[in-house]
């Protein structure tokens, strides 16, 4: 079988290979088919640099979402932004350049796996705040439901640190 590249199509490869933000994609509108009007949507990462960045694993345990959850509620709670991990361990430029304003970086993993620390590390990033879900006492398992009082045990683990670095 033999594998023909459109001129349109080795030129989208090129964009996507080089960075995403570049130029604009086209996607249909919902409800409309390929032939229905499109509209533009940037090829750029929307996140905005903030004083507190909070990067949770998000991984296949129970303790990877409760991480995901604890930082959800951080954000929630005003202590900080919920941010991209997978965006840093794709090194996508945007939020790397984020990332680096940031005044300090929380990592939450979910056990000793670390992969939230690494994944900082890796990129060259310093971590001001970290917790391990299991050093907390909660064991790891494969569910995917994350028990609300575990969430809160990271929380409530979490916040008076951030508080008082915040200052």
């Known amino acids: 079988?033999?594998?023909?590249?459109?001129?349109?199509?080795?030129?989208?490869?090129k964009r996507l290979k080089h960075g995403l933000n570049k130029s604009s994609l086209s996607f249909p509108l919902s409800g409309e088919g390929k032939s229905g009007g499109r509209k533009k949507m940037e090829e750029k990462?929307?996140?905005?640099?903030?004083?507190?960045?909070?990067?949770p694993c998000s991984g296949g345990s129970n303790v990877g979402q409760i991480a995901n959850q604890a930082g959800?509620?951080?954000t929630q709670n005003g202590l900080g932004r919920f941010f991209c991990l997978a965006g840093?361990?794709?090194h996508v430029s945007g939020m790397i350049e984020s990332t680096?304003?940031?005044?300090?970086?929380?990592?939450?993993?979910?056990?000793?796996?670390?992969c939230?620390?690494?994944?900082?590390?890796h990129a060259g990033f310093n971590i001001d705040e970290y917790v391990q879900v299991t050093d907390l006492g909660i064991e790891k398992n494969h569910d995917l439901d994350p028990i609300s009082p575990d969430v809160d045990n990271v929380?409530?683990?979490?916040?008076p640190r951030i508080l008082k670095k915040r200052g």
């Open 100 to 114: 680096k304003a940031g005044k300090m970086l929380v990592a939450i993993d979910g056990c000793p796996v670390a």
């Open 155 to 159: 929380t409530e683990y979490l916040t």
């Open 72 to 74: 959800v509620r951080l």
């Open 45 to 55: 990462c929307l996140c905005e640099p903030t004083e507190i960045l909070i990067f």
């Open 1 to 13: 079988m033999v594998w023909l590249k459109s001129r349109e199509s080795s030129q989208k490869w």
């Open 116 to 121: 939230a620390k690494k994944t900082l590390e």
């Open 88 to 90: 840093i361990g794709g």
